[in-house]
């Protein structure tokens, strides 16, 4: 999806095709959601929404925060509610924390109201972009290495049941955006059929 004419009428056509669902990017932290998220959505002209700063909004605490004070399955359960709400809230695109797919009720809620995309990266191209932030309870361990590469192990087989799957290596943002963008459309397209 260029910055054409043409473009303007893909983009047209995604929305109408799209209607009220939700494009949700799931994947493991690191992979794109937010950054490619926010794109995503300001190429189609929708709303991005991030369900990580929905629960820090709601919680008026940080993940890490949360994690220190509720520990991870009080977190789990409110990240779960909060999915489940921003998921009737389309059209727009929301960008899952990398958990949240993981939860069997949230895949059935996205399943009807959403398309789902797994913005797929390798374990080099994780740690390399998680390493720039320390916000992430998870990795908080000895061997933050070997803790990507069990997530990677556990994940991937789950998040492999999103309707779409995206590789989200080191090109520009935009180009993974737009690879989106138009992966969407196809998958809208069949399943109109
Ligand atoms: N295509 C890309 N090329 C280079 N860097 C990228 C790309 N996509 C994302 N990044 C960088 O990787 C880091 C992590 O990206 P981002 O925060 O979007 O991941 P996330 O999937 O939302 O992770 P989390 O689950 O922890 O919220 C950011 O610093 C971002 O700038
Ligand atoms: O992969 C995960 O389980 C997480 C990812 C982040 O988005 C946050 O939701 C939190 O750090 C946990
Ligand atoms: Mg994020």
Redesign the pocket.
């Known amino acids: 999806m260029g910055g054409d004419a043409s473009a303007i009428a893909d983009v047209a056509r995604l929305r109408e095709r799209l209607g009220s669902r939700t494009i949700a990017l799931v994947g493991?932290?690191g992979a794109g959601?937010?950054t490619v998220g926010r794109r995503l959505a300001s190429l189609l002209g929708l709303p991005f929404r991030d369900?990580?700063v929905e629960?820090e909004e709601v919680s008026r605490m940080t993940?890490?925060e949360l994690?220190e004070a509720y520990g991870?399955p009080e977190?789990?359960a409110l990240?779960a509610r909060v999915v489940q709400r921003l998921a009737v809230e389309g059209p727009q695109v929301v960008?899952?924390?990398?958990?949240?797919y993981?939860n069997g009720e949230t895949r059935e809620r996205l399943k009807s109201t959403a398309v789902t995309v797994w913005l797929k990266a390798d374990l080099d191209t994780l740690m390399e972009r998680v390493s720039r932030r320390s916000?992430?309870?998870?990795?908080k361990t000895a061997d933050p290495r070997e803790t990507m590469r069990r997530?990677i192990k556990e994940?991937y087989p789950i998040y492999g049941q999103a309707d779409i799957v995206i590789e989200s290596r080191n090109v520009k943002r935009e180009q993974v955006a737009s690879e989106v963008a138009e992966a969407v459309q196809a998958f809208l397209e069949r399943n109109e059929r």
């Open positions: 493991l932290m959601k937010t369900s990580d629960i993940i890490p994690f991870e977190f789990r990240e960008g899952t924390g990398g958990g949240a993981m916000n992430r309870p998870l990795l997530l994940r």
